[in-house]
Nanobody, 120 residues
Framework: QVQLVESGGGLVQPGGSLRLSCTTS????????MRWYRQAPGSQRELVAT???????RYTDSLQGRFTISRDNAKNTVYLQMNSLKYEDTAVYYC??????????????WGQGTQVTISS
């Protein structure tokens, strides 16, 4: 059974930091590209950051410089370090796994999400 379990969300003041984690099980983690998405109330889900099997990272332009995605293949975990948080970063953050290579190419899985709230 495949599971993606996010953690690390919570309530933080503007300007603060949070580190989200997504621990996976049931997949060969090293074969997957990992992504973080977020969805604010009343908005569509948007891609935040991607990290490929080869550790290449990409970000939504507006977030580059504040957010950092990383992965630890030994722990089957992907992280999202979020700094200088703003009110508009408030959202549910979702972990996503997409297979890159045969036999898991295009397999896709989602976590249940973790709430991040920026408030003073």
């Amino acid at each position: 059974q495949v599971q993606l379990v996010e953690s690390g969300g919570g309530l933080v003041q503007p300007g603060g930091s949070l580190r989200l984690s997504c621990t996976t099980s049931g997949i060969t983690f090293s074969l997957y590209s990992m992504r973080w998405y977020r969805q604010a109330p009343g908005s569509q889900r948007e891609l935040v950051a991607t990290i490929t099997r080869s550790n290449s990272a990409r970000y939504t332009d507006s977030l580059q410089g504040r957010f950092t995605i990383s992965r630890d293949n030994a722990k089957n975990t992907v992280y999202l370090q979020m700094n200088s948080l703003k009110y508009e970063d408030t959202a549910v953050y979702y972990c996503n796994a997409v297979g890159e290579l045969f036999p898991v190419a295009r397999n896709e899985y989602w976590g249940q999400g973790t709430q991040v709230t920026i408030s003073s």
